[in-house]
Structures are given as structure tokens and as C-alpha cells.
């Protein structure tokens, strides 16, 4: 079964989900029904979902200072206007406003990424038989032609696995 989506303001499970699309832009809440109510989401006249994103998840602590990012000088309210950073360093900037959201949205914070298994099993073996040239090369300079046979045999070897031809 899958985790069910947490509030975006507390930890409870989330039973209302709000979508709002503006700009070409969408901009998603997860609520639990005690936050739903508190913020007058039952009640759509006094309910703005662009008030509700910037306090569910932007705002700092009362006390915190404005944080910047020195490269660029995107602010935390920059961020929340726009939905996206101004450069790169903006994530080790804003590490501590982004992880605790991926982390409600994902499995971790950490991007893993994908790689087909059969490509994994090529790069490996070219992997090493990049290595074994290298040890071949060094074993026939230093004169350790017993070394260097071993070598090349083991060259061939996983050449045949890569369906290549054996060196001679």
C-alpha cells in the first residue's frame, strides 16, 4: 500500500486535496480535515490557495532572518512568487525550506535516477576490461610477461562476453 500524502501544514494523513491553476502554473495543497477547516477551505469566499501554498510551506520561523542566496540574490519570497530558483546555488541555499517538502512528496531527498540494467551490465564490463588493458600496458612495461599473459587471457574473456573479438 502506498504512503498516504501527509498535510502540508501538520503530519496527519491528508483527506483534501486542492488544485489551483494560474498562469499556466499548478499549484497543489495536501490538508487533513482539522487544517482544511481552520483555514476556511469549506467556506470558498474566504479561501485563496496561493495564501494557503505560501504558508504551508515557505514561511520561516517568525524569528528567522531573510535568507539570500549570495550568487544571485533570490530571496524566500522570490521563490514563492515565482516557483522556481534563480541558479543552482539556490538549492544549497533553501535546503532546509525544499527537503522537508520533497521529503512529504518522495521516497527521499536524494535523486538516485534510473539506469536500464543491461546498460548498467555493459558499462560495467567496459569498465573493466579498460582496466585489464591498463594492467596489460603496465604488466608488458614492467616485464612481467607471465602477469601480461593472465592478463590478455582475462582480456578475452570479457571480450567474448561482449561478443567482440579475442585479442591474439
Do not use: W
Amino acid at each position: 500500500m502506498a504512503n498516504p500524502l501527509k498535510c502540508d501544514l501538520c503530519t496527519k494523513p491528508a483527506t483534501v486535496h486542492l488544485t489551483q491553476i494560474v498562469n499556466n502554473k499548478v499549484h497543489k495543497v495536501d490538508l487533513c480535515e482539522q487544517c482544511a477547516q481552520a483555514k476556511g477551505v469549506t467556506d470558498p469566499s474566504g479561501f485563496s490557495l496561493a495564501d494557503l501554498l505560501l504558508k504551508a510551506s515557505l514561511n520561516p520561523e517568525p524569528a528567522a532572518p531573510a535568507v539570500r542566496c549570495e550568487q544571485c540574490g533570490f530571496t524566500q519570497a522570490d521563490f514563492k512568487k515565482t516557483g522556481r530558483f534563480g541558479c543552482p546555488a539556490c538549492y544549497d541555499v533553501f535546503s532546509s525550506l525544499i527537503e522537508p517538502m520533497l521529503d512529504s512528496m518522495h521516497k527521499g531527498v536524494v535523486h538516485t535516477g534510473k539506469v536500464p540494467s543491461k546498460a548498467l551490465a555493459r558499462k560495467s564490463l567496459h569498465d573493466r576490461l579498460t582496466k585489464l588493458e591498463t594492467d596489460l600496458t603496465e604488466a608488458i612495461k614492467s616485464e612481467r610477461y607471465e602477469d601480461a599473459a593472465r592478463t590478455r587471457d582475462e582480456i578475452n574473456q570479457v571480450k567474448h562476453s561482449f561478443g567482440q573479438k579475442p585479442s591474439r
